[in-house]
């Protein structure tokens, strides 16, 4: 380290006057010297200060330490201020939007690499540069809207589901995505249906599958900001299934259920009630069952069957032939409890 330069040459009116401000020059330079010298204790609270007011000096570490922490800081706030979940660049329009996504038929292409730009993000803090995504078919999709994601390996996955960006926990659906805008940087999450797990992909467009036919593509901007709920809607999905023996259910996302089972042997011109094994939040269900005599043959016999409340269910036959014991089949669908 440079010495202090200090006066130490003072013409003052007197001789006497002159030595003493000139012993004062001195003394002041050797205590700089010494407290430049000094290395600092790496255990001290940093307060600039304290490098004057206590007689300690910041030592190398600690002011290295210092600047890595505001830059992190620095680097935070700029992270959350570009999410993740949205691409950086790619391929544009001649008038500068973002242009990704064609399609023919219900097949989707994508204009990246070869005569187009490289489409870049970051996922989870990873910068990644995509140079080639392979069409996509959208055969057996069901009419709806989805959402289109890519990963960093540039491959597509096509999905119903709602994207959030806001600082509350929403209430997720299978697949949702949950912008937790309350850290820096954001945190993306997916629910799998049953936790919330990094989301390791980039939101690029969205599709529209009408009467089995693609009525339209839209490329989500690059760098996006503004989308609060993506969709409004899920095309409701199977969450839940259930099988023993002869007894069954599912249950659908939008809280739709079926369900259905056999009765064994059940005695001629009788009646029976059947409790559900999910219960209905009322009796505005439907429920139909047939029947056939021994264990082979047809369930063609239609017979009568009917609500009784919404966790039971009457089944009634009149069998006029042998007078064996019949099998009765049944089944129910309707909205769940609550």
């Keep these: 380290m440079g010495k202090f330069i200090v006066p130490n040459i003072f013409i003052a009116g007197t001789k006497a006057k002159a030595q003493?401000?000139?012993?004062?020059?001195?003394?002041?330079?050797e205590e700089l010297e010494k407290k430049?010298?000094?290395e600092g204790s790496e255990n001290q609270t940093f307060y600039v200060a304290n490098a004057t007011e206590d007689g300690q000096a910041v030592s190398k570490n600690q002011m290295q330490t210092f600047v890595a922490e505001t830059n992190n800081t620095t680097l935070a706030k700029a992270c959350a201020d570009k999410l993740s979940l949205f691409a950086s660049s790619g391929n544009t329009d001649n008038e500068g939007n973002a242009e990704l996504i064609t399609f023919s038929d219900l097949e989707l292409t994508f204009l990246v690499g070869n005569n187009y730009p490289t489409l870049k993000g970051n996922i989870q803090g990873e910068n990644i540069e995509i140079k080639e995504i392979e069409n996509f078919s959208l055969s057996g999709f069901a009419n709806g809207k989805y959402n289109i994601f890519v990963n960093k390996n540039g491959e597509i996955s096509v999905l119903s589901n709602n994207i959030y960006i806001q600082p509350q926990e929403p209430t997720l659906l299978l697949n949702?995505?949950?912008?937790?805008?309350?850290?820096?940087?954001?945190?993306?999450?997916?629910?799998?249906g049953s936790n919330k797990v990094n989301f390791e992909g980039l939101f690029i467009g969205k599709v529209v599958i009408e009467n089995s036919e693609i009525t339209?593509?839209?490329t989500i901007p690059?760098?996006?900001?503004?989308?609060?709920?993506?969709?409004?809607?899920?095309?409701?999905?199977?969450?839940?299934?259930?099988?023993?023996?002869?007894?069954?259910?599912?249950?659908?996302?939008?809280?739709?259920?079926?369900?259905?089972?056999i009765v064994q042997s059940m005695g001629v011109n009788s009646a029976r009630t059947i409790t559900l094994l999910k219960p209905y939040k009322d009796t505005h269900y439907s429920v139909?069952?047939?029947?056939?005599?021994?264990?082979?043959?047809?369930?063609?016999?239609?017979?009568?069957?009917?609500p009784v409340n919404n966790t039971q269910i009457r089944v009634v036959q009149g069998w006029y032939g042998d007078t064996i014991a019949v099998h009765i089949q049944w089944r129910a669908c309707g909205y769940l409890e609550g």
């Design 222 to 261: 690059y760098d996006s900001k503004t989308v609060t709920i993506v969709n409004q809607s899920h095309n409701a999905h199977i969450i839940e299934t259930y099988q023993n023996e002869h007894s069954w259910y599912r249950i659908w996302s939008d809280g739709f259920v079926e369900q259905g089972g």
């Design 176 to 192: 949702d995505i949950w912008v937790d805008t309350s850290i820096m940087p954001d945190r993306i999450l997916q629910f799998n």
């Design 36 to 38: 430049a010298l000094k």
């Design 288 to 306: 139909i069952a047939s029947f056939r005599s021994g264990t082979t043959g047809s369930w063609g016999n239609t017979m009568g069957a009917y």
């Design 20 to 29: 003493e401000v000139n012993e004062n020059f001195a003394s002041i330079q």
């Design 216 to 218: 339209s593509v839209t």
